[in-house]
């Protein structure tokens, strides 16, 4: 099942690092490692609130509105063998079809494909362990949200500690 997946995911993803942020700035070991929990952290978000009509099989992540590095995204396709894994720019969000329909408003560039996208900010460093990031994701005109999240740094790993909702449609 896809969202037993994504809970290994979240895991694994949390234990990627082992380096100790900075307040200003990160390693690149570091960064890697919350790349990939943030990622998780949206797809899993993402997951859990679009509308089972869309048949979500597919999933086009951007990091600040950017396709993220190939390793975050290897790393998430070897997690749900259901689920396609695309950067955001092979992705296309039609917003001129009827929002009435309940399917998905995004495909993967020529295959059509539906799906979701996700968004994730980059995190911000409140303290040695402490970060905050955005997510978000859309379906369609009627299936969209934004959370608010805290990841905290325990035992040489990055966690998940709250993700408050901040939107939903």
Request: glycine share 6%; aromatic share 6%; hydrophobic share 40%.
């Amino acid at each position: 099942m896809i969202l037993r997946g994504m809970t290994a995911l979240l895991l694994l993803a949390s234990g990627a690092c082992s380096a100790t942020p900075r307040a200003r700035s990160a390693s690149a070991s570091e960064t890697v490692a919350l790349d990939s929990l943030i990622v998780a952290t949206a797809i899993e978000r993402g997951l859990r609130t679009a509308h089972p009509r869309g048949d979500v099989r597919l999933v086009c992540v951007s990091i600040a509105h950017n396709d993220p590095p190939s390793h975050v995204l290897r790393g998430v396709q070897l997690y749900g063998d259901d689920l396609v894994v695309r950067p955001g720019s092979a992705c296309f969000v039609d917003t001129t079809s009827n929002p009435r329909t309940g399917r998905s408003l995004v495909t993967e560039r020529g295959s059509l494909l539906r799906g979701i996208a996700v968004n994730a900010s980059r995190p911000v460093f409140e303290s040695d362990t402490s970060a905050t990031f955005a997510v978000t994701y859309y379906q369609h005109f009627l299936s969209a949200g934004d959370w608010s999240c805290t990841a905290r740094r325990r035992n040489k790993r990055w966690v998940v500690h709250v993700c408050d909702l901040t939107r939903i449609s």
